[in-house]
């Protein structure tokens, strides 16, 4: 009988790693303390304003000295900044149509609602809070802040999980955490766990949304609520850590980093599980158009903001002397239908991610398919699918 993995080749100690970041336009490097001020203080001030001149006053009225600070102020914060926070991403400032308004010490209501647009634009995908008109102001931030109840009613569905892809990563974890103490970062909804946790020494996976989390203990995993930027675990106290499509998504994975070496043995692994799709060229093209035309949707400062993301975690590993193999696990041939093929970009567009709503976002795919002669969303198309690890051992702690 075949093997779950095929070991098809192990490639590379170098620093070379495929390009292939562009699945994650939607994570901001944001430290998480920076993300708990804007959230419990930056937005309730910006949302009482957007409240108090609704988009039918009088547009040439003149808001206050104090309201024009504030909104100047926020709009500075939520920009990107460098320096102190680290961000090696940073833009700074005010972006360039709010700098005229800066100079005045009391803004028009036109003036003033166009900040609380840019601001509610470019914040929401951080807080998950939307402060436009029609939406609740001062609403408290999500669970887990993207990911929340809404996102776990779609979570399952909209990811499908092959028997295929569980026998992989079972046949990962047999084959390389049979006697480890494992730790998995940012279990979801356990759709990776539960392959894994049989077949380690022993198993503990942290999450920060207990909206994931309560679909993940139903298996009866000893899944803990926490944030892998600050790991609830003592020093030295796993030897692998496994992540699948988790630590794109916290505010700063480098924190993350440093915490993965702080809980590490020396000689344990940290393991990037990546599930790698490749459909034939036609639907691979409509899945860039795709991702183009939501990020012009989506309309704020943030998509394209991580390009780099996988570069920039594996140079800080690599720096600190891990040391990086990159291992494919299996490849196979997969028939899906376009919208499985689409439905990565779909997820892409969670509200809490890009201010882009579902249906919208299904629509596009609709509409492109239309465009390229696709045929419609339940028509089956051929492809490729593999899954590889990308493996960085701790060999020598830095001080
Ligand atoms: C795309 S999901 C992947 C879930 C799971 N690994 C899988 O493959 O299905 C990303 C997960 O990371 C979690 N996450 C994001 N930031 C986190 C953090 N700072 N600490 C722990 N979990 C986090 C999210 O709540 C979410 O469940």
Known sequence: MKTAIDLLREAGDGTALPPCDSRFHYVPPWTAAS??????????????????????????????ANETATLIGACEYVRLRGGSDGCPLAFGGLPAELTEYARRERMTVREALDCVAWFDASQRVLTGVGIGPRRPAGTPALDGALYGPELVRRYNPARRVTERFNDVVRGFAKGFLGSCRVLELGTGTGRVARNLAPFAGSYVGIEASLAMIGEG???????????????????????????????????????????????????????????????????GRLQEEITTRLAEISGGVFPYWTKGQ??????????????????????????????????????ASYPSFAGVDERTALSVCVELAREASLGDLDR????????????????ERCP
Request: proline share 5%; aromatic share 8%.
């Open 380 to 395: 089956q198309w051929p492809g490729q699918v593999g899954m590889v690890v990308d493996r960085y051992e701790f060999v």
């Open 35 to 64: 993300l708990e001020t804007l959230a419990e203080e930056i937005l309730p001030p910006v949302a009482g304003i957007a409240m108090r001149y609704p988009a039918a006053g009088r547009a040439s009225e003149l808001v206050t």
């Open 217 to 283: 203990r139903q298996d009866g995993l000893d899944v803990r609520h926490g944030d892998m930027m600050a790991i609830p675990l003592g020093a030295e106290s796993v030897d692998a850590v496994v992540e699948h499509e988790s630590i794109d998504f916290c505010g700063e994975p480098l924190l993350a980093a440093g915490e993965i070496e702080r809980v590490l043995t020396l000689g344990g692994h940290f393991y990037r599980l990546e599930l790698e799709t490749a459909p034939v060229a036609a639907v």
């Open 310 to 347: 996988r570069q920039r975690l594996h140079g800080w590993l690599t720096r600190r002397g891990f040391v990086y193999r990159r291992i494919e696990l299996a490849r196979w041939e997969e028939r899906r239908t376009l919208r499985d093929w689409l439905q990565g970009l779909v997820n």
